[in-house]
């Protein structure tokens, strides 16, 4: 029996369908939405599952719009792989409103493999009708069954200085930070690895755009893998595939749709300075990255020196992602940098303006030069500046200063 690993999303989806009629859960293909939804539908008295994967069932859903679920009155309703009928959307829409006047007791759970901004006709059909979550591989929390809550403290309380956390070993944690089956059975990762990323070209990239060039994908993963945590450049990138940038630009865009890649926007706000605005570029799976790179976690340090730094940034930037979706109070993340060269990885800026800086460093060892950067902030935004952390590969929470740290990257998980 395959082994079963607890989702934190479960608690917030539960709430949501008391709150709503409908909740989307989208999230890339083998991220675990199936398995989810089925095991939450457990908790139901009434539930019907339905699968628009079975050809069967797409075909008649796509001729008769509805008719899969037309009959079933009260319950949980889960449609999954929702995106494969569109034409569904405005019939859940007018079902949903029904359902309203009529004070009836029946709920719809939706899952599908691609962004929402993919959907615009199931997003316009049920704006305030649903909400949407987001499914991420698995966290390095949920995997280790650890507690999850570096931002929570990072944001509220700070961390404990006495607190002490196994060392981190990069090699060892990407591979259980990741897809389900890849995290739990797969043996041939690498085979695993390909089969995914050729799947999700042929099925989901080819579903939702008439690409003209498909064969340009992988080359253009490849480009993007090699520039992960780096200034996003199309004017190069375009040059280097002998396509047009507004191509280029959609292909970005399919490639963010399907979860597999994703933008971290500039942070530009409050400071008499000229802000570098460009996004950097970054993957959902740090796995995948890797297998893309051609190099493996074990490997990469030794092999690619010259981008191990931008790849841990990369597993960090995911895990934050993955706590963030967790959280109710809406923060966002950026990156730094301004034209005279501040940089910061990562800056977390909650909903009334507070700031929380993060480097992240591939070494051991941290100096007070480290923290140059992240003091110009807190020098300049003090009353936002909530407090600066640098991730190293060490053990212990060392205090720099009243508001700022050098923490363990393990406390991501362990703290």
């Not at 999303?9 to 989208?26: C, H, M, P």
């Not at 679920?69 to 569109?86: C, T, W």
């Not at 923290?371 to 991730?391: A, C, K, Q, T």
Request: charged fraction near 25%; hydrophobic fraction near 45%; include cysteine.
């Amino acid at each position: 029996m395959a082994e079963i690993i607890d989702r934190r999303l479960a608690s917030l989806v539960t709430g949501d369908l008391r709150d709503i009629e409908a909740v989307f859960i989208n999230g890339g293909r083998q991220t675990g939405k199936s398995t989810f939804v089925t095991s939450l539908g457990e908790r139901y008295r009434n539930v019907r599952y339905i699968s628009f994967d079975d050809i069967s069932l797409r075909a008649a859903e796509t001729m008769s719009p509805g008719i899969t679920f037309e009959s079933i009155k009260e319950g949980l309703i889960i449609l999954d792989e929702i995106q494969l009928v569109p034409d569904t959307f405005l019939v859940l829409k007018s079902r949903i409103d029904s359902l309203r006047r009529g004070k009836r007791k029946l709920k719809f759970l939706l899952t599908g493999s691609a962004d929402i901004m993919l959907l615009p006709r199931l997003a316009d059909a049920l704006v305030g009708r649903m909400y949407v979550r987001t499914m991420y591989p698995f966290s390095a929390a949920e995997i280790l069954i650890a507690p999850g809550n570096f931002l929570r403290k990072m944001l509220g309380t700070g961390p404990d200085t006495l607190q002490s956390f196994s060392k981190p070993s990069f090699a060892r944690i990407v591979p259980q930070a990741t897809f389900p089956r890849l995290s739990l059975g797969i043996k041939n990762k690498e085979q695993w690895c390909q089969s995914y990323i050729s799947t999700l070209i042929e099925r989901d990239v080819k579903n939702f755009s008439d690409i003209e060039r498909i064969e340009l994908i992988p080359q253009l993963l490849s480009i993007l893998a090699n520039r992960t945590g780096r200034l996003v450049n199309d004017a190069d990138i375009s040059l280097a595939l002998k396509i047009s940038q507004p191509t280029l630009k959609r292909y970005r865009t399919l490639l963010n749709g399907v979860f597999l890649t994703f933008l971290l926007p500039p942070w530009h706000k409050g400071l008499e300075k000229r802000f570098i605005k460009s996004p950097k570029i970054y993957f959902y799976d740090t796995m995948l990255l890797c297998h893309i790179l051609g190099v493996s976690p074990a490997e990469i340090a030794a092999k690619r020196p010259d981008i191990y730094g931008f790849v841990l940034e990369n597993f960090v930037i995911s895990e934050l992602y993955k706590q963030l979706s967790l959280m109710e109070d809406r923060s966002s993340l950026y990156h730094f940098r301004t034209s005279d060269q501040m940089e910061i990885d990562f800056l977390v800026e909650t909903r009334n303006g507070g700031l929380l800086a993060i480097e992240v460093k591939a070494a051991s060892t941290v100096l007070p030069a480290d923290f140059r950067h992240i003091r110009f902030l807190s020098e300049s935004l003090p009353d936002n500046f909530l407090r600066g952390i640098v991730l190293y590969q060490g053990d212990k929470v060392i205090q720099f200063d009243k508001k700022l740290f050098a923490i363990p990257v393990s406390a991501l998980w362990e703290m």
